[in-house]
Antibody, heavy 121, light 107 residues
């Protein structure tokens, strides 16, 4: 079965960077895009961007452009999301998500367990 | 930028009630609209894809409809396990967008 296993919780100071990993199994990694979605405490879902696991192409949400980098390592079926210049309002649960497709519509099919990133001095 | 307006932001309902949640987009997205359910402390789960396709394992009391700019998620008879937060999400554009969410709680 499809599994996305994310790295553990992180505590960072303002201005630092964080890199979250997402190891995929149970499917051919290069066949599907990976998106990253975050959720601040008590708030809604916020899409950050996606990466093609096939060719490494990326698309980032405007709010994160210049501050986020998404990469993949196809040899280990792992996706990474690095967020720089952290601020307190980056404190959130970060999810990696494998996309699915239905009649040409992409949707967020399989979700990782989430990685809590806390930004605090 | 695609704007999504989900309503209501919250609602209170009783077991057996029919519940309707709407999602409106700022431009036509054909049927590229998905619905998710999220319970506290758990990752979201897809219920409906492409506006109306019920995902495998999702009870038939859930249904989705709409196309263009106006979409609806309906729960025909609310069950105890349906108290949760629901999100719509568009994938028409290369930048994905979520609605603000609708929290369904006990009346």
């Amino acid at each position: 079965q499809v599994q996305l296993v994310q790295s553990g919780a992180e505590v960072k100071e303002p201005g630092a960077s964080v890199k979250v990993s997402c190891k995929a199994s149970g499917y051919t990694f290069t066949t599907y895009d990976i998106s990253w979605v975050r959720q601040a405490p008590g708030q809604g879902l916020e899409w950050m961007g996606w990466i093609s696991a096939y060719d490494g192409n990326t698309k980032y949400a405007l709010d994160f452009q210049g501050r986020v980098t998404m990469t993949t390592d196809t040899s280990t079926s792992t996706a990474y999301m690095e967020l720089r210049s952290l601020k307190s309002d980056d404190t959130a649960l970060y999810y990696c998500v494998k996309e699915g497709e239905d009649s040409g519509t992409r949707y967020f099919h399989h979700w990782g367990q989430g990685t809590l990133v806390t930004v605090s001095s | 930028d695609m704007q999504m307006t989900q309503s209501p932001s919250s609602l209170s309902a009783s077991i057996g009630d029919r519940v309707t949640i709407t999602c409106r987009t700022s431009q036509s997205i054909n049927k590229n609209l998905n619905w998710y359910q999220q319970k506290p402390g758990i990752a979201p789960k897809v219920l409906i894809s492409a506006a109306s396709t019920l995902q495998s394992g999702v009870p038939s009391r859930f249904s989705g409809s709409g196309s263009g700019t106006d979409f609806t998620l309906t729960i025909s008879s609310l069950q105890p396990e349906d108290f949760a937060t629901y999100y719509c999400q568009q994938s028409y554009t290369s930048t994905r967008t979520f609605g603000q969410g609708t929290k369904v709680d006990v009346k």
